[in-house]
Nanobody, 130 residues
Framework: QVQLVESGGGLVQAGGSLRLSCAASGRAFSSYDMGWFRQAPGKEREFVAAIRWTGGGNTYYADSVKGRFTISRDNAKNTVYLQMNSLKPEDTAVYYC??????????????????????WGQGTQVTVSL
């Protein structure tokens, strides 16, 4: 059984930064791509960022966060991170980390679907004020 636990959310002023962490239990963390998603009130959950199981520069971002957010992973700690800089009020949402269902995924990230991920954390609230 895999458990994902997010932390690091909170209230921050526009222009500020937060770093989210997602600690994973279970084996084979390093074999799976990991992703961050978010859901704002009254909106559907949307993709934010993903990192391949190979790590390094194999990262992907939604256009809305490109250049401001950075996803990374530490396989020794079974943890994935989301560094969020230059935060905007429209970044306010519950942020979820998720594990891609297929290990050693080598396919495209041209389109990301929730259904591609099988384990989800409980979410952490990020609120950005003016």
């Amino acid at each position: 059984q895999v458990q994902l636990v997010e932390s690091g959310g909170g209230l921050v002023q526009a222009g500020g930064s937060l770093r989210l962490s997602c600690a994973a239990s279970g084996r084979a963390f390093s074999s799976y791509d990991m992703g961050w998603f978010r859901q704002a009130p009254g909106k559907e959950r949307e993709f934010v960022a993903a990192i391949r199981w190979t790590g390094g520069g194999n990262t992907y971002y939604a256009d809305s966060v490109k250049g401001r957010f950075t996803i990374s992973r530490d396989n020794a700690k079974n943890t994935v991170y989301l560094q969020m800089n230059s935060l905007k009020p429209e970044d306010t949402a519950v942020y979820y980390c998720a594990r891609r269902s297929r290990p050693y995924y080598s396919g495209s990230y041209s389109r990301v679907d929730d259904d591609d991920y099988d384990y989800w954390g409980q979410g952490t609230q990020v609120t950005v004020s003016l």
